[in-house]
């Protein structure tokens, strides 16, 4: 019977650290999860900006300012 009541305790007590372990990792996912949320709009902002700017440049250049490729 004492053995059967250690082995009680001994799983009851791995189960806690389990649990345990599992809040903390959930925790550093959500963590995770809302700074690739942040970089991810980041990333979109700086994108569309790119684009802006990538047309702004397409249509306001004028090929005869550019430089011959040798300079």
């Known amino acids: 019977m004492n053995k ?3 082995q ?5 007590t791995k189960i806690a650290f389990m649990e345990h372990t599992i809040e903390q ?3 550093v996912i ?7 949320d942040a970089l991810q709009l ?3 902002q700086l994108d569309a900006k790119i ?3 990538s047309q ?7 090929p005869t300012d550019e430089k ?3 300079y």
């Open 51 to 53: 684009d802006q700017e």
């Open 25 to 27: 990792l959930n925790s």
């Open 56 to 62: 702004y440049w397409s249509q306001n250049s004028n």
């Open 30 to 36: 959500i963590s995770q999860q809302k700074a690739m």
């Open 4 to 6: 059967t009541k250690n």
């Open 68 to 70: 011959p490729p040798h």
């Open 42 to 44: 980041k990333f979109s």
């Open 8 to 12: 009680l305790i001994d799983i009851e």
